[in-house]
């Protein structure tokens, strides 16, 4: 299965604690997106990378967040000194054009 | 603000009915149209698109209209089937701008096809 991979799939971690999550797209797939889903809703646009350039951030990225797609392979999300309001879904999309395929995600839970 | 919205949070039907989620959205620039489909505990799976040229978009079970001048769009599932059971998510974007195919989701319609 070449389908996008995410690691790890769960992760709880104490409030203030930094965490990262992996993201590793479809090989061929140039164009990278996170998302963040919060219960009962749909997933919100987060950053995207073309190839290791990151093109775009929303304003839902405080400076908390970051994220790296070192030679344009895999990405990584980091949030640093995690607040209650961090836990959700995280998603991973990679794409050859506008149909975006998800992996599993990780679900942060900050207690 | 929310530029697509799926009013109905749930959609109940029979096993070899039509199932028909529906969709509307406000940002006129938005010109390509996708819906996810997603179990517990998975990420979105690819359904079907239609970009903003076409008003049909046919692929096996599954048929997407878009009513462009009522910036409206729906997901047809015939015949429905129990595995289709799931949440459902329409998402926008304006593949011929400058966002970068970044995807603009509704909230949701959870589908549940009772044998």
């Known amino acids: 299965d070449t389908g996008v991979s995410q690691n790890p799939r769960h992760k709880i971690t104490k409030r203030g604690q930094n965490v990262t999550f992996r993201c590793d797209p479809i090989?061929?797939?140039?164009?990278l997106y996170w998302y963040r889903q919060t219960l009962g809703q749909g997933p919100e646009f987060l950053t995207y990378f073309q190839n290791e350039a990151q093109l775009e951030k929303s304003r839902l990225l405080s400076d908390r967040f970051s994220a790296e797609r070192p030679k344009g392979s895999f990405s990584t999300l980091e949030i640093q000194r995690t607040e209650q309001g961090d836990s959700a879904m995280y998603l991973c999309?990679?794409?050859?054009?506008?149909?975006?395929?998800f992996g599993p995600g990780t679900r942060l839970t900050v207690t | 603000d929310q530029q697509v919205k799926q009013n109905s949070p749930s959609l109940s039907v029979q096993e070899g009915r039509i199932s028909i989620l529906n969709c509307d959205y406000t940002n006129s620039m938005f010109d390509y149209f996708l819906w996810y489909k997603k179990y517990p505990a998975e990420g979105p799976t690819f359904l079907i698109s239609?970009?903003?040229?076409?008003d049909k978009n046919e692929d096996g079970r599954f048929t997407v209209f878009l009513n462009k001048s009522a910036k409206h769009l729906s997901l047809h599932i015939v015949p429905s089937q129990p595995g289709d059971s799931a949440v459902y998510f329409c998402?926008?974007?304006?593949?011929?701008?400058?966002?970068?195919?970044?995807?603009?989701f509704g909230q949701g319609t959870i589908l549940t096809v009772h044998p």
């Open positions: 999309a990679s794409s050859p054009n506008y149909e975006q395929y």
């Open positions: 090989s061929e797939h140039n164009r």
């Open positions: 998402a926008a974007t304006n593949a011929g701008g400058t966002s970068y195919g970044k995807l603009t």
């Open positions: 239609i970009s903003s040229i076409k």
